[in-house]
């Protein structure tokens, strides 16, 4: 595509107000989760899904991004005020943030993460435009072989996102998987699963599912919170939220350097936001002068923190673009979110419908400048989000999340699916089972188990057509290294915890 398709596509997308309106509109409700303990992107962008399956791709996946973009960002709000992370991925938000806040200079930290924020979204943007692209030329010579071992680097990545317990993990995946079976054979048109229900025909929709189970546990996990934050006391000037030039000016190295760390953490899968914190956080202490700062109301902690967290978002958006794996738990339900307007990310995507990448990179870029804006404007709104009482937000989340899961094919047997499989999440969740396992069980599951059959009915169920083909073998060879590493960490730290209980 030419440079005057390229512009022509920007032009279009920033030149058009429902676009412009409902990027606004998703990233003013990401700051709002991002800003409340407990909410997050994930289940912000799985109740705006059903706002968006009618509306067009690029306006649909730009509100998606927005919500994503502003709920990470609006994780300091709780982090430097209460000590509480709004997100896990703030937690390193807290070692700083909160002890300027402790010292009066809560505005200066809030602005110091906002800024941190853009910026690091904005570099990781850039990478994303810049790999995307050319990594999804590499992919249009992919046939079922190479798809095949595709998802099954995306399955082991159920290993890394399955937290501390890894027994735990591997039984969420499983559960993921085997719901992803319900429904037809995709070779031989068997109905699986089904018990004779027709509304399981078409197998698990991922809708219903992703509100299950994102909002459904969060929403019964708060209603046993008694607890209510309050905020009424803490008065912002906006002159104290605008960093120094000259403080800022010496804090770009910590800025680039801690968004290209956030960025490269992103592009590897399940790596997540809270590792590219921490990252960041040990490298910027690393290069200070007054290390011994850190921890005790120093501002680039914060810059190191937020800048890296925010850069995952691009990271994150290359490998669910180009080879359809989600970077993160937020991209997992995105990928669901793309899947559900009809668009298959890979090399297909970037050849038949550029017009609609070229809208989602932009969109992406307006809501970073939109998050920045916002928070500048309405700091002391997200700052009073805090008090809004629980039995009112858990009220209209419900409401919500029901109508949202009815919506897309009015049909209330997925009203009965987002309540069973949310209550299923929820006693998953207390027993400690991690739910992001389970939704790439659900959304790689398909993919892999109609892609690997192709392939073996291609070679007459001849296993070596994943090892002679060069790509599909480094992508089974990767999965298994993955896998094997996973397996040897979670045996390490086992041993570890034995050693530790020995000792004590």
């Known amino acids: 595509m030419d440079i005057n398709a390229i512009l022509a596509g920007v032009t279009a997308t920033i030149t058009d107000p429902l676009t412009l309106l409902l990027v606004f509109v998703g990233t003013f409700m990401g700051l709002i989760f991002g800003s409340l303990p407990g909410l997050t992107a994930s289940m912000g962008i799985a109740l705006l899904i059903p706002i968006t399956f009618t509306l067009e791709p690029v306006p649909a996946i730009g509100m998606m991004l927005g919500c994503y973009v502003g709920g990470i960002a609006g994780g300091a709000v709780a982090a430097i005020l209460l000590n509480i992370p709004g997100t896990p991925s703030s937690v390193v938000t807290t070692l700083d943030g909160y002890p300027m806040a402790r010292q009066g200079r809560a505005a200066e930290a809030l602005g110091w993460a906002v800024f941190a924020s853009g910026f690091g979204g904005i570099i990781s943007w850039l990478i994303l435009v810049i790999a995307a692209p050319s990594l999804a030329v590499l992919c249009t010579s992919f046939s079922a072989p190479e798809y095949a071992a595709l998802a099954l680097f995306g399955l082991t990545i159920i290993a890394a996102v399955s937290g501390k317990n890894l027994a735990k993990g591997l039984i969420a995946g499983c559960i993921g998987l085997t719901l992803s079976f319900v429904g037809v054979d995709p070779i031989w048109g068997e109905l699986r699963f089904t018990f004779h229900n027709i509304n399981l025909m078409s197998g698990i929709n991922l809708l219903p599912a992703m509100i299950g189970f994102y909002s459904i546990p969060q929403i019964l996990e708060s209603c046993t919170e008694p607890n209510q934050v309050d905020t009424s006391g803490v008065h912002l000037k906006l002159k104290n939220f605008v960093p120094p030039m000259k403080e800022f000016f010496s804090s770009i190295g910590n800025i680039v350097r801690s968004s290209l760390i956030g960025t490269a953490i992103g592009i590897i899968p399940a790596a997540g936001a809270n590792i590219a914190a921490f990252l960041a956080y040990d490298q910027a202490k690393r290069f200070s002068k007054d290390p011994d700062s850190f921890g005790k109301g120093n501002y680039n902690g914060i810059i190191a923190s937020e800048a890296s967290n925010n850069g995952v978002c691009g990271g994150a958006m290359v490998p669910l673009m180009t080879l359809g794996i989600p970077g993160d738990a937020v991209t997992a339900v995105l990928l669901g979110g793309l899947m559900i307007q009809g668009l298959t990310p890979g090399s297909l995507l970037f050849k038949e419908h550029m017009d609609v990448v070229i809208g989602i990179f932009t969109t992406m870029f307006i809501a970073t400048i939109l998050m920045v804006l916002i928070q500048m404007v309405g700091m002391r709104l997200f700052v009073q989000v805090l008090n809004v009482p629980t039995n009112y937000l858990n009220a209209a989340l419900v ?106």
């Open 399 to 504: 409401v919500l999340s029901l109508v949202g899961s009815y919506a897309l094919r009015n049909n209330v047997f997925d009203v009965g699916i987002t309540v069973v499989l949310g209550l299923l999440a929820y006693v998953m969740t207390r027993g400690g089972f991690p739910m992001a396992p389970c939704v790439l069980g659900l959304v790689l599951g398909t993919m892999f188990e109609r892609e690997m059959r192709l392939a073996l009915r291609s070679s007459h169920n001849d296993w070596s057509i994943f090892f002679t083909r060069p790509v599909a073998c480094a992508f089974v060879i990767i999965s298994f290294l993955f896998a094997a590493n996973s397996l040897y960490k979670a045996y390490q730290e086992k041993k570890k915890a034995k050693a530790e209980q020995a000792a004590a």
